[in-house]
């Protein structure tokens, strides 16, 4: 059985969907923030010591990294489905955009989001993230452009990872001008499985909560 740590308000909430999408079975653990610091708390450092979310139990390998776990799944239990095959012709972009949503966006959108509530970034380290912000998610906008889907004609592993990070720039206003990563998000977010997801994990955005 494939065991699933889930943290609230974090990206383990890919990995629901992830299983939802496949109709996996699988047990899920639930964790919470500490109130005050948001940090996961002793019971996920117990089962992984970096307590980070996700960290998944799969055929007797204990896994964190969203991309891996996405990847590692979907090789062995996918049949085939959200991901084109080793040796297709999508293939490497598949994989370069799976990896790109943590390896390179996640971090610059994250900071500035959280930069309010840490009393901003200040006014020399404010213009490198801002820009890099910028540089990434227009790179994102113009990708999408006329795109339904990160990869080639079909939903892959590659939405469900980036969709976490275009949710957290749709929460902290960053998506405003950039109309086709916003529909982008709306569409991947009305997916039946992503819903489903989110009735099992709680909401992503924690002041989208309720
Ligand atoms: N690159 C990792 C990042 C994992 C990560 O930082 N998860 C956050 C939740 S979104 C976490 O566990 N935070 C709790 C903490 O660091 O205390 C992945 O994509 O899985």
Avoid: C
Avoid at 88 to 95: F, I, M, Q, T
Avoid at 138 to 154: I, P, S
């Amino acid at each position: 059985m494939i065991k699933l740590h889930h943290l609230e308000y974090s990206r383990s909430t890919r990995i629901i969907w992830l299983f939802e999408e496949l109709g996996l079975k699988y047990d899920m653990v639930r964790h919470q923030r500490h109130p005050e610091t948001m940090r996961a708390q002793a019971d996920l450092a117990a089962i992984h010591p970096l307590a980070k979310a996700p960290t998944v139990i799969v055929d007797d390998h204990l896994m964190m990294e969203s991309g891996a776990i996405i990847e590692y799944i979907l090789e062995q239990y996918g049949e085939g489905r959200l991901a084109p095959a080793v040796g297709s012709k999508d293939r490497a972009e598949y994989l370069e955009w799976l990896h790109f949503a943590e390896g390179t966006l996640a971090n610059p959108v994250i900071i500035q989001m959280l930069a309010p509530r840490f009393g901003g970034l200040g006014e020399g380290y404010a213009p490198f993230v801002e820009g890099e912000v910028v540089k990434l998610l227009d790179y994102v906008e113009h990708h999408l452009d006329n795109r339904e889907y990160m990869v080639g004609d079909g939903f892959t592993g590659a939405d469900i990872n980036i969709t976490y990070v275009i949710e957290l720039a749709m929460a902290g206003g960053m998506l405003a001008n950039r109309p086709a990563s916003m529909a982008y998000g709306k569409r991947m977010m009305a997916r039946a499985a992503y819903k489903k997801a989110i009735e099992l994990g709680g909401p992503v955005v924690p002041t989208l909560a309720g």
